[in-house]
């Protein structure tokens, strides 16, 4: 196992071609490249629905003027409880895991003052998040041990679901396995009218796959396989714990479903076969609802839903299934327990948002990246991330179009692009889904595949990075960075 402060080293001098190399020939004497931990993964799962769901507590503002919101928040160690039996030692935003839930209006300012207590580098990225580049948390823009940086975020974008984690090159994977993640809710008081679920209906679920060791500590390994396929857990939790169970009434609830994954794909159903039924992806309303047996979600994407249990019969109860095919499976992600009639205020309105479609014609540049395997090493463009090299520089009020190609047919690569949303034009040449057709700032690129996106850049100059979101490949280098110039 490489130490963290090992794996830093390694990943900020270029010098991890041993351990990233992943041959030709050695896939050939070992086909599946987990075959080192099938003993792990192959040990007796502990109970499922042993425990409720939790749900991070909400941060509250210190000071609330005319300029905004400010928010304190600490790096620490701190213990969560995933599993029963022993208490498992964390990494997280004030000791918690997941961090707590911060609650923005669309348009007044948060400014997140975060202090780090660890002995190591860490900081935040806001993802999804427009912000100026001293803001986005930028993979060496770090906060050293024992200091602590403000992170201002305009809130100027599209009301809901985000999330923020760790951004520190070489630690990323690490430190979001360890519990470094959050959600951040940005609230839209043009949304109220629409009359959605609220309150204890407005659920933040975010959903992470883990491996613990005997005494249900974490149990983190980068090495050839896991920095070839991504780390994969062998238990998935919600909200930190392991396939707990949510009381609930006989009405309609709003689910953030949140992929924090480091590596894991998700596709999720319920176990009766009912609707799901998507009103936002990746923070971003949905012109429409759009209904749908089951949501597939890649690393770092999220969905809103609408879960209607005003039919269910009191006593009974509704398993969230995850039904990807991600070795080793994972089938169970929580369990809906309906133990109370209750009236419901809510709706769903047939009209929800207005994204109006970018036309291709807007974009004057076309950008073309590879995701691919070169000389052993995850690249884009057949480069690795370099600090001092500036890839693309893109013009402030101009609109691009990028073509994303998978060089790689054995798995997909999540794309994220930092500062600014965009639009998917088609998949395989082909139109993108209902679901797909909003904002969005992460996107599936099937294996052997092509995505083309459309973006306007707009509001801020500066240094920012996009990436693979699978976070084994984006520790080792799988990303480049754009300055935005005036």
């Not at 208490?87 to 911060?102: H, S, V």
């Not at 770090?142 to 809901?160: A, D, F, L, M, W």
């Not at 949510?246 to 992929?259: A, D, Q």
Request: charge should be neutral.
């Amino acid at each position: 196992m490489i130490s963290r402060r090992e794996l830093m080293k390694t990943a900020l001098s270029g010098g991890a071609a041993a351990a990233l190399t992943v041959s030709r020939s050695a896939h050939a004497q070992d086909e599946n490249p987990w075959a080192r931990l099938v003993g792990t993964y192959g040990t007796v799962p502990p109970p499922s629905f042993a425990r409720p769901l939790p749900i991070a507590p909400i941060k509250r503002p210190t000071a609330t003027t005319g300029a905004g919101d400010d928010v304190q928040l600490a790096i620490r160690s701190g213990f969560g409880q995933p599993l029963v039996g022993a208490k498992t030692p964390i990494l997280g935003y004030d000791g918690l895991w997941p961090g707590p839930t911060i609650v923005a209006i669309r348009g007044r300012p948060t400014r997140v003052t975060v202090k780090n207590e660890l002995a190591e580098p860490a900081n935040i990225h806001n993802h999804g998040h427009h912000a100026a580049a001293a803001s986005d948390g930028h993979p060496l823009d770090v906060i050293k041990p024992g200091q602590s940086r403000t992170y201002t975020y305009p809130n100027r974008q599209s009301g809901g679901t985000y999330w923020y984690h760790d951004h520190t090159f070489g630690l990323t994977g690490n430190h979001v396995f360890r519990g470094l993640a959050g959600v951040y809710i940005i609230r839209d008081p043009a949304e109220d009218a629409l009359g959605l679920p609220t309150g204890p209906c407005d659920v933040p679920i975010l959903i992470q796959d883990r491996l613990f060791d005997a005494e249900n500590g974490f149990d983190y390994s980068a090495n050839a396989g896991t920095i070839f396929k991504g780390v994969h857990g062998n238990t998935l939790c919600a909200n930190g714990v392991h396939t707990p169970f949510l009381s609930v009434g006989t009405r309609r609830y709003r689910c953030r479903f949140i992929n924090g994954c480091n590596s894991r794909n998700l596709r999720l159903a319920l176990g009766n076969g009912g609707a799901l039924v998507q009103i936002a992806s990746d923070g971003t309303l949905l012109n429409a609802p759009v209904s749908q047996t089951s949501v597939e979600l890649a690393p770092s994407e999220r969905a809103d839903c609408i879960v209607d249990f005003g039919a269910a019969k009191v006593g009974t109860s509704v398993v969230l299934r995850n039904l990807d095919a991600t070795w080793p499976e994972l089938p169970d992600v929580l369990r809906f327990d309906v133990v109370r009639k209750e009236a419901d205020t809510s709706r769903l309105p047939v009209r929800l948002g207005d994204v109006a479609r970018v036309p291709e014609s807007e974009a004057k540049v076309h950008r073309r990246l590879r995701f691919q395997i070169s000389d052993g090493k995850w690249t884009i463009n057949g480069l690795r991330y370099d600090p001092a090299r500036i890839d693309f520089r893109p013009k402030l009020g101009t609109t691009e179009i990028w073509e994303i190609e998978n060089g790689e047919q054995t798995q997909m690569h999540p794309f994220h692009q930092h500062l600014i949303p965009f639009q998917v034009l088609d998949v395989n040449g082909e139109p993108p889904p209902a679901v797909h057709r909003g904002w969005k700032d992460s996107v599936a690129v099937p294996p052997a595949g092509r995505v083309r996106l459309i973006m306007r850049f707009y509001g801020y100059t500066g240094t920012y990075v996009f990436h693979c979101h699978k976070l084994e490949h984006e520790d080792h280098a799988m990303m480049l960075q754009q300055e935005v110039i005036a």
